[in-house]
C-alpha cells in the first residue's frame, strides 16, 4: 500500500537464528502494529505502538520484540526464531484523525523457519 | 475484550448474484467496525467502516454493511458479485474512542464467485 512499506517481502531462515523485519511509514501516523496472519486463526496482534519508544506486548508476544525509535519505522524482531513462527507478518498503521480510522496495512513478509 | 465470530469460512455464489458475509461482535463497551478485504497473495485493503451514524454504511466496490446494535452484527453484502469480488473478507472490531485501535479480527471467509 501507498505510504507503508515491509521488507523484506520474503524470508527463509534456520531455527535459532534472529530475524528482523522491517516496517516504514511515509504517513507520519502515530499508531503502528504488528500482526501475524495464520489460516483458521485470521491476524493476531504481536505488538503495537503508541509512538517513539513507546510500545506494548499484543496477545501473541512470546518470542518476539519491537522497537521504534523513528516514527516512521517499527522493527519486530524473533528474537530466536521457531518453527511455530512460520506466518505471515503484516504492519498497519492509524491516525488520530477519524478519516485515518481504520488501519492501512503493508503487504506483508512470508517467513518461512526451517 | 472484544471478539468477532465469522460464522461462513467459505461461500460459494454465481457471479451476478448477491451475497451476505455474516459478522458477529461481542463487546461489553461501544465499538468501531471494520470490513477488509484480502486478494491473494497481497494485503489487506478496508472496504468500509463504520464509527457512528447511519447503520448503513457504503463502501468500495458496491459492498455496504449494516450495524445492527441489538444482535451485535454488521453483516456485508453486495447486490450482485463479480468474479473479481473472489478474496478473503475479514471483519474487525475495536473499541470506539480514539485513533488508537486494537483491532481484533475474525477468522475471514473466502468469498468464491464462479461464471
Known amino acids: 500500500d501507498a505510504g507503508i512499506t515491509q521488507s523484506p517481502r520474503h524470508k527463509v531462515t534456520e531455527t535459532g537464528t534472529p530475524v528482523t523485519l522491517r516496517c516504514h511509514q511515509t504517513?507520519?501516523?502515530?499508531?503502528m502494529y504488528w500482526y501475524r496472519q495464520d489460516p483458521g486463526h485470521g491476524l493476531r496482534l504481536i505488538h503495537y505502538s503508541y509512538g517513539v519508544k513507546d510500545t506494548d506486548k499484543g496477545e501473541v508476544s512470546d518470542g518476539y520484540s519491537v522497537s521504534r525509535s523513528k516514527t516512521e519505522d517499527f522493527l519486530l524482531t524473533l528474537e530466536s526464531a521457531t518453527s511455530s513462527q512460520t506466518s505471515v507478518y503484516f504492519c498497519a498503521i492509524s491516525g488520530e484523525d477519524r478519516g485515518d480510522y481504520g488501519y492501512t496495512f503493508g503487504s506483508g513478509t512470508r517467513l518461512t523457519v526451517v | 475484550a472484544q471478539s468477532v465470530t465469522q460464522l461462513d469460512s467459505q461461500v460459494p455464489v454465481f457471479e451476478e448474484a448477491p451475497v451476505e458475509l455474516r459478522c458477529n461482535y461481542s463487546s461489553s463497551v461501544s465499538v468501531y467496525l471494520f470490513w477488509y478485504v484480502q486478494y491473494p497473495n497481497q494485503g489487506l485493503q478496508l472496504l468500509l467502516k463504520?464509527?457512528?451514524?447511519?447503520?448503513l454504511v457504503k463502501g468500495i466496490n458496491g459492498f455496504e454493511a449494516e450495524f445492527n446494535k441489538s444482535q451485535t452484527s454488521f453483516h456485508l453484502r453486495k447486490p450482485s458479485v463479480h468474479i473479481s469480488d473472489t478474496a478473503e473478507y475479514f471483519c474487525?472490531?475495536?473499541?470506539?474512542?480514539?485513533?488508537?485501535?486494537?483491532?481484533?479480527f475474525g477468522t475471514g471467509t473466502r468469498l468464491l464467485v464462479s461464471p
Open positions: 474487525a472490531v475495536s473499541e470506539s474512542g480514539t485513533g488508537f485501535q486494537k483491532l481484533v
Open positions: 504517513e507520519n501516523h502515530r499508531y
Open positions: 463504520y464509527l457512528s451514524g447511519s447503520t
